[in-house]
């Protein structure tokens, strides 16, 4: 009567999921061919992520019918996070949203490719729609002294727009072979965020520099209305470094809020200036005190940003949490069987969506060396 019982359970859970034709012997519940037993208690809670994980190995054909239904978002008893990870595009012939302790290690392989992100003001969003935030820039008015019972003037503050949207980027195709996928031995997953998170993070960390704010994302450096010109074309002074200083209004320097952000290449350059009494502009860390600094302001290296050179941008200076980067935390990936079957292969892609802008111009501004 018991296993009776058992058997009219499963056969209308197997209903419900659509999949009537997978069901197995009550007493053991067998994996697809060639998947590797795994023992669920009775109140083991299947989870996105185990079920991701399976479907990154083995494909969508051989997910049991509950790891189907979790990776459709259809089991009830899914926690909020895993709820908020499944996003527009979920497909599952063959894409999947991932799971957020995946997208969240891609995200955290990006930063290591985009200096800018570590000082900037990060927006997590969890869906893509256009997000407008109101700007503006205040520190040129100010107020008045009035005689007694005399009027006030009135000055309206000045306010812009900034919409930050979605620009999709992608991790170019990442090709595993089969034997990989099949040792339960290797942490696939921390690989393929590593190698999608660097490719992305490269990708997204020039334009968070240099962006146009055409049709992709604004760069910090590009999208600077504030500039000081350098002196030369291919080298930099230290009156070009100080007159950038006082290029941002003191308001936003003081308690050293602000930082100077270029790319290795110029940190190079900077370390060889002195200045009028031979003083290095740069000053090396003292371990366990104090940072490396440049003319006594912290610094932020990102290889997105211009090297010295004509017509470039390549320094910018100000309080870098001025500039905001928006993070559409749904990572899609698709999984690519048959493209690659000949090699024995699978090939993995990823999307993220992201986009920048400069919300307050009053806080940064950008060294641009002249044309010739």
């Not at 949203?97 to 003001?121: A, D, H, L, W, Y």
């Not at 009135?154 to 727009?161: A, E, I, R």
């Not at 110029?266 to 940072?291: E, F, N, Y």
Request: charged share 20%.
């Amino acid at each position: 009567t018991t296993d009776i019982g058992e058997m009219d359970g499963r056969i209308e859970r197997a209903k419900s999921l659509g999949e009537f034709d997978e069901i197995q012997a009550p007493s053991k519940k067998l994996p697809p061919e060639g998947r590797q037993s795994r023992e669920l208690e009775e109140d083991d809670e299947l989870t996105y992520e185990q079920a991701h994980r399976a479907w990154m190995r083995h494909g969508a054909a051989d997910l049991t019918p509950e790891e189907r239904a979790v990776m459709r978002g259809g089991k009830a008893e899914m926690s909020p996070e895993e709820i908020r990870a499944l996003g527009v595009g979920t497909d599952s012939a063959g894409g999947y949203t991932v799971p957020e302790g995946f997208g969240g290690r891609i995200i955290e392989t990006m930063k290591q490719f985009g200096g800018v992100i570590n000082s900037c003001n990060v927006l997590n969003t969890g869906t893509g729609n256009d997000l407008p935030f109101p700007t503006n820039n205040d520190t040129t008015n100010v107020g008045e002294l009035l005689a007694e019972n005399a009027a006030a003037a009135s000055q309206d503050p000045s306010f812009g727009v900034a919409t930050l949207k979605a620009y999709k980027f992608s991790s170019k195709i990442v090709r595993v072979s089969l034997e990989l996928l099949q040792d339960n031995e290797v942490d696939l997953e921390g690989y393929l965020a590593n190698i999608m998170g660097k490719r992305i993070g490269r990708a997204a960390s020039a334009y968070y520099c240099t962006g146009t704010n055409s049709s992709q994302p604004q760069g910090i450096a590009a999208g600077a209305s504030n500039t000081q010109a350098a002196a030369g074309v291919a080298a930099i002074t230290f009156a070009d470094m100080l007159n950038l200083e006082h290029d941002v209004d003191p308001a936003y320097r003081v308690g050293g809020a602000c930082k100077y952000l270029f790319n290795d290449g110029t940190l190079k350059a900077l370390k060889a200036i002195v200045d009028s009494d031979g003083r290095p502009l740069w000053l090396p860390s003292v371990a366990d005190a104090a940072p490396a600094t440049i003319n006594g302001w912290g610094f932020q290296i990102d290889q997105g940003m211009d090297a010295i050179g004509a017509s470039n941008r390549s320094v910018v200076f100000g309080d870098l949490d001025s500039f905001t980067i928006r993070m559409v935390m749904a990572v899609n990936m698709l999984r690519l069987v048959e493209r690659y079957a000949e090699y024995g292969q699978v090939g993995f892609l990823a999307f993220a969506r992201t986009d920048s802008k400069i919300m307050d111009q009053g806080g940064i501004a950008a060294l641009l060396h002249p044309a010739s």
